[in-house]
């Protein structure tokens, strides 16, 4: 955003100003989810960098030791904002407005077909990304990270702060996260999620540092109780990272991945997909349908307010945040109503039954 600087006023008071309008851009509004925030706020960042090193400049290509101590001082800020409480109730969106973005926004996934799964296909693949160090691989998918692509586009010493704040002791699953080791990766950075599990049932031989990888179909019917019973009740966080829905052409999958999360995730916890894509299948019409499918299916889980959804972009690809909300004020009202009602009702049938 350009300031044209007003006659007759000092430059320390423009400057003044120009910081308040950038401290009001990076201010987490109210009810904003710590996800959605990190999202809004990293494209500060980057308007800023273009700005400096011009239009072409790709976030992906930073380093920490090619940031201005101007740029580490603004995303300081964002860092210690997300970390800030916000208890606020958020405002309820236009879920038609929502799920519009949410069509225009899903692109399609063309590479490998559902008959040419395997380990070995999956392997020709980048299925080794990691938390956040960039590692020698093809094209792009060398800089890709699950921090800058699904939590925040920046790599610094305060962002890694704030990603020990937000996983220590949480449980985490990873849909499709192939060869992953994320959580030894994370130990190097003393941040310690309490358990990372691995659904994929396309990883033959785990190595031995390997997160747990559970054999099973993301968008299988019977994912929850299978978990439940290996003892996975509930994430706080779920990872969609170059998985799913994108390797997905089954309309009927993709509305029971969309389930699948749902059931998963906590109140408060929050599931992240990218890139925000479905599978293509044999058709225009069949990718047609997926992209239908994700939105009715998102639509049918998000009723009641009881999601905040947001899109992003990374690595010039869209992104999806579902962030379940913690029960608002007047549902904990009237849950704790409902609970001293049967109260009530007990103390009186003892009463009656002498």
Known sequence: MNIEQPKNIPETEIATSVESLQSLEISRQKGESQATYLHRAEDVVTKKLRKEKGLLFDPSRSTEEELSTEIKTLITAIAENAQSCNNDESTEQDIDKVMEKVLDSTGEHSKLQGDEFSSSSFDTTQRGRKFFEIQPGTGAAKRETYWNTLFFQYNTKETRRLA??????????????????????????????????????????????????????????????????????????????????????????????????????KQGGTARIWPLEVGKGISDEQFEACKTALVESIRNICSDNKYEISLYKSAS??????????????????????????????????????
Do not use: T
Not at 225 to 235: D, H, P, R, T
């Open 164 to 265: 020990k704040e937000m996983l220590d002791g949480k449980e985490i699953i990873l849909l499709g996260g192939g060869r992953s080791k994320l959580k030894k990766e994370l130990e190097k950075y003393d941040i310690r999620p309490e358990h990372i599990s691995n659904i994929d049932p396309f990883v033959e031989d785990p190595e031995q540092d390997a997160d747990n990888v559970i054999p099973l179909n993301s968008c299988s019917e019977n994912l929850i109780e299978s978990l439940n019973k290996a003892g996975i009740i509930s994430a706080d966080e779920i990872w969609a990272e170059y998985s799913v829905p994108a390797y997905v052409s089954d309309p009927k999958e993709i509305k029971q991945l969309m389930f699948n999360i749902d059931g998963l995730l």
């Open 317 to 354: 690809r869209n992104g999806l945040i579902l962030h379940k909300k913690n029960p608002s004020r007047d549902e904990l009202r009237i849950k704790q109503d409902q609970e001293d009602q049967k109260k009530i009702e007990e103390i009186r049938r003892q009463l009656q039954n002498g």
